[in-house]
């Protein structure tokens, strides 16, 4: 049995999530918006409990197409307070909607949000050499720039600490421990 980080415990998803895709360069536009909407739903909860609504999340915004996201109406967002399969959270389903009209102008003014983020690490994966989990920052400078840019755009539910998250889960920054059977893959797979 490999040696994992300690975060994802037993449970089959979050394995799954661990060994597929946290610490993963992400680059797919609706992808990424996916990952920046989650993250900010995870604010105040468990990652495992927004893996476990995922898919509930994809159906009720539209499998995270930006274009359509930014036209939900003020009914769409009420009625997706009744809706179980998601965090039915007001401000947070709300969020979702502002930030697909923030990331429809990051589009116009960097080309893509792909190209917003990954500037913050020059476009390549910063490999951190943790060896406990209790040494892994929540927040960095680049979180903390990153959150600021995206508040003065509009943004919302987009603090350090949640950029940060973003930026693990994207591959913006490998923060599995060293004694991860991931960390080693992950910095081959991203050497340049």
């Known amino acids: 049995m490999p040696t994992r980080c300690v975060w994802c415990g037993n449970d089959p998803l979050y394995i799954d999530y661990h060994d597929r895709e946290w610490g993963v360069p992400l680059h797919d536009e609706r992808r ?20 476990k609504k995922r898919e ?8 995270f197409d930006i274009e359509i996201v930014s036209n939900f109406s003020p009914a769409m967002v009420t009625s997706l307070t009744a809706n179980p ?20 102008e990051i589009k ?32 960095s400078d680049l979180s903390v720039h990153m959150s600021k840019d995206l508040k003065k755009l509009g943004g919302k539910f987009i603090g350090p600490t949640i950029c940060y998250a973003l930026m693990q889960s994207i591959g913006m920054v490998n923060d599995h421990i060293t004694s991860c059977f991931r960390y080693q893959q992950l ?6």
């Not at 965090?87 to 429809?104: D, E, F, G, M, T």
């Not at 910095?187 to 340049?192: G, L």
Request: positive net charge; aromatic residues 10%; charged residues 15%.
């Open 108 to 139: 116009n003014q960097y080309g893509s949000l792909d190209n917003f983020l990954w500037r913050y690490t020059d476009g390549v994966t910063i490999h951190n050499s943790w060896h406990s989990h209790e040494q892994i920052p929540t927040q």
């Open 187 to 192: 910095r081959d797979s991203t050497a340049v």
């Open 56 to 63: 509930g999340y994809r159906q009720a915004f539209a499998n």
């Open 32 to 51: 990424l918006f996916e990952m920046l909407c989650l993250e900010g739903a995870q604010a105040g909860l468990s990652w495992l409990t927004i893996l």
């Open 85 to 104: 399969a998601i965090v039915r959270n007001r401000l947070k389903i709300a969020s979702v909607v502002n930030n697909a009209r923030v990331v429809s």
